[in-house]
């Protein structure tokens, strides 16, 4: 399953004319390319299921909600893709953001809930070796980087400030990415560089996985 380069395209034109009256007359074509990247998300599901279990594929729509926003134009200039894993054993998502000269593959925790976090947080500040050991082996590391994420400033209330991993304990979001150019995502490989990518972060989702389905003592909460 390939992408269509046109979505770049597509996408470069309507950042130019991003109003009602040009969306409807260019409606067939955008309805053209959704239905080939929902094809490729439908496709990636497949794929995964081999290795992983998704439970849900959702493709983002192209309205913005302006109800909040300064900023008014009515579409998206972006297709959003995700896999939500089969919960409640399975945690962690994939994100694919396709946009001229900004497509990125996305893991992790985007938006932990309270609790979540916590529980995370209790055990890097237990033990943080084998977190630290999984996202610095260099099969991992030489293709999905650095966890990134927004962070406190210092540590969470209730942890110390001098903790050996604080600098795990500010995070507030804990996510991997890979950026790509528009000619990689619309080579003929591409679904197969994404699969790969998926399957070598699974120790991330895994791990997290574990952690957020057992309790500080390791027991089981399913």
């Known amino acids: 399953m390939r992408l269509p380069s046109e979505i770049f395209s597509f996408f470069r034109a309507l950042s130019q004319n991003n109003n009602r009256e040009w969306f409807a007359e260019h409606k067939p074509e955008f309805k053209d390319l959704?239905?080939?990247v929902k094809g490729f998300g439908n496709a990636l599901s497949d794929r995964l299921n081999i290795h992983d279990s998704i439970?849900?594929?959702k493709l983002f729509r192209i309205y913005r909600d302006v109800r909040f926003s300064k900023n008014k134009t009515p579409y998206k200039t972006h297709f959003g893709l995700t896999w939500h894993r089969t919960k409640p054993a399975l945690r962690g998502?994939?994100?694919l953001h396709l946009a001229p000269n900004?497509?990125?593959l996305a893991c992790g925790f985007w938006d932990p809930n309270p609790a979540d976090l916590l529980?995370?947080?209790k055990e890097f500040e237990f033990d943080a070796d084998a977190f630290r050991s999984l996202i610095s082996?260099?099969?991992f590391k030489n293709l999905w980087g650095s966890l990134e994420g927004n962070t406190l400033k210092t540590a969470p209330r209730g942890f110390d400030k001098h903790h050996p991993d604080v600098d795990l304990l500010r995070f507030k979001q804990l996510i991997f990415s890979i950026s790509y150019t528009d000619k990689e995502v619309a080579a003929?490989?591409?679904i197969e560089r994404v699969d790969h990518a998926l399957q070598e972060v699974r120790p991330f989702v895994d791990y997290m996985s574990e952690v957020l389905t057992t309790d500080l003592n390791g027991a089981s909460l399913l």
């Open 188 to 190: 003929a490989d591409f």
């Open 137 to 139: 082996a260099p099969d």
């Open 55 to 57: 439970d849900r594929f």
């Open 93 to 95: 998502g994939y994100y």
């Open 102 to 104: 900004h497509n990125f």
């Open 34 to 36: 959704e239905a080939q």
């Open 119 to 121: 529980r995370i947080r």
